[in-house]
């Protein structure tokens, strides 16, 4: 009897840590308006695949597209190609301003934008495996990781970890090379990223990196000045494990919110990388987006995959605990509809900026919700 109710126990666990907080039959839909509204363009400049969209306290808009030549292909494999990737700035308007970080080293492949509460401009990088922080003038403040060499540069050997230098302690320090974990996609310590997806901050300016569209499955934490703390995180199923780190959030308390794209879910983690809950009603979460403010909503949106456009493509509204407010939107060519959003901006909670890979497209969204979905 008591093996029966120990195994009846067991299963309860599992079975709750795979459902979301909140199960709903049923998601209301939010009203909403669309318009396109970036405009004024050079003759010279064009939007490609708008895979980061940003904005700063003057409501200036950044935009980090992929155009360009942005890759070389051959057979199955894939070699990137600079110039690929370019940053662009409009006012609050959607007037075309100017373009940062031309013929920048690590301007290959576009994955996202952001702006931190001090206005700095920050990109990250897929095809040069590096995030860049900006000043609000453009120019460059911090590197993290590192453009790969233009040939394959043999490994040095790890040096034996008794011949390391000693850290707090007495103990030997990770430097010098090697894994430190033999779990798959765990990575190396530190900015040694495999296609970097996304960054985020929490209240005392640490960084957050989603380091997981390839090899590496995990999320690396670094101080304000870019040391390197700790990461978590390796390929799996299982809570805390990840496939596809596509984008991530930290909320005013310092909880980390992951899209766990391929897995179909979204994690939450607290401050030091321990798993809290998951989130599984939201289809495949391609990008998150928290608003500011003493209420805090999140945005996760449905990711439309290249080889199905038609389905999926809505946007969810949630309250940080799960719970579904509403969804808008679909899969589609014409505005209103998306096609893979892989941004969203969320300064203004109910007046959004979502960036399209597939349609070319930036959208200035206003929502119309009811009393049950938030103030409008």
């Known amino acids: 009897m008591k093996g029966c109710l120990r195994m009846f126990l067991i299963a309860v666990v599992a079975v709750t840590l795979s459902v979301p907080i909140w199960a709903q039959l049923t998601v209301p839909e939010i009203s909403y308006d669309a318009v396109e509204n970036l405009k004024g363009f050079p003759d010279d400049v064009y939007l ?15 935009v980090y597209t992929r155009t360009g ?33 031309q013929g920048v080293y690590g301007f290959v492949w576009a994955h996202t934008v952001h702006v ?29 990781g590192r453009h790969p060499e233009a040939t394959p540069v043999p490994q040095p050997l790890p040096v ?17 090379g090697g894994r430190a974990s033999a779990l798959p996609g765990a990575g190396v310590p530190g900015d040694n990223f495999d296609w970097p997806d996304d960054v985020a901050w929490d209240p005392q300016g ?21 040391k390197f703390i700790k990461s978590w995180g390796s390929l799996g199923t299982a809570p805390g494990q990840f496939h596809t ?3 991530l959030q930290v909320d005013a308390k310092g909880m980390v ?55 999926g493509g809505e946007i969810y509204k949630m309250e940080l605990d799960g719970k579904v407010l509403g969804r808008f939107g679909k899969a ?13 901006d969320c300064r203004n909670p109910n007046e959004l900026i979502v960036g399209d890979l597939t349609n070319w497209r930036v959208q200035k969204i206003t929502l119309h919700p009811t009393a049950a979905q938030g103030p409008s």
């Open 48 to 62: 490609g695949e708008n895979a980061g969209v940003a904005t700063n306290s003057k409501g200036h808009i950044f």
């Open 69 to 101: 030549h942005v890759t070389v292909t051959e057979g199955t494999s894939r070699a990137f190609v600079h110039g690929g990737a370019h940053l662009y700035e409009f006012d609050q308007t959607g007037k075309y301003l100017r373009e940062l970080g």
């Open 116 to 144: 931190d509460p001090q206005d700095n401009i920050w990109i990250v990088d897929e095809g040069s495996n590096m995030i860049i922080k900006f000043d609000p003038e453009g120019r460059v403040l911090m590197t993290l």
């Open 160 to 176: 034996p970890a008794l011949a390391r230098p000693a850290g707090p302690g007495g103990a030997p320090t990770a430097a010098g």
């Open 206 to 226: 640490n960084i957050f990196i989603a380091d997981g569209d390839h090899d590496n499955q995990r999320v690396a934490k670094f101080d304000k000045d870019g």
């Open 245 to 247: 780190v596509h984008s």
């Open 257 to 311: 919110y992951v899209a766990d794209r391929s897995n179909n879910r979204i994690q939450v983690f607290d401050n030091d990388g321990n798993f809290k809950a998951q989130y599984l009603n939201v289809g495949a979460p391609g990008t998150l987006c928290i608003t500011p403010g003493p209420h805090q909503y999140l945005y996760s949106a449905n990711f439309n995959f290249p080889d199905n456009f038609d389905e």
């Open 332 to 344: 589609g060519k014409q505005v209103r509809e998306f096609g893979s959003v892989h941004a969203i």
